[in-house]
Nanobody, 115 residues
Framework: QVQLVESGGGLVQAGGSLRLSCAAS????????MGWYRQAPGKQRELVAS???????NYADSVKGRFTISRDNAKNTVYLQMNSLKPEDTAVYYC?????????WGQGTQVTVSS
């Protein structure tokens, strides 16, 4: 059984910053990829950023230069530092991990950016 616990969402003014955290626990031998997705009302869920076990990262064009993903393998935790937030970043943010043979999703955390 694997559980993901997210934290760090909230309400922030445009231009502000937030840091999301996602801690994975349970029967985990190794995590191939840790990532963050988001879903705004009426829109499809989209990839925000991902971090592979080898260290490579991938970002959506809309967040490049503003968001930074990092991970602490010892703690099975992934972070998303979000700077220069914009109203269009408002969404529910989901953590996802990919381990051998399957993936897991967090419950989501709301991020609201006011103008």
């Amino acid at each position: 059984q694997v559980q993901l616990v997210e934290s760090g969402g909230g309400l922030v003014q445009a231009g502000g910053s937030l840091r999301l955290s996602c801690a994975a626990s349970g029967s985990i031998s190794s995590i191939n990829v840790m990532g963050w997705y988001r879903q705004a009302p009426g829109k499809q869920r989209e990839l925000v950023a991902s971090n592979a076990s080898g260290g490579s990262t991938n970002y959506a064009d809309s967040v490049k230069g503003r968001f930074t993903i990092s991970r602490d393998n010892a703690k099975n935790t992934v972070y998303l530092q979000m700077n220069s937030l914009k109203p269009e970043d408002t969404a529910v943010y989901y953590c996802r991990i990919i381990i051998p043979k399957r993936d897991y999703w967090g419950q989501g955390t709301q991020v609201t950016v006011s103008s």
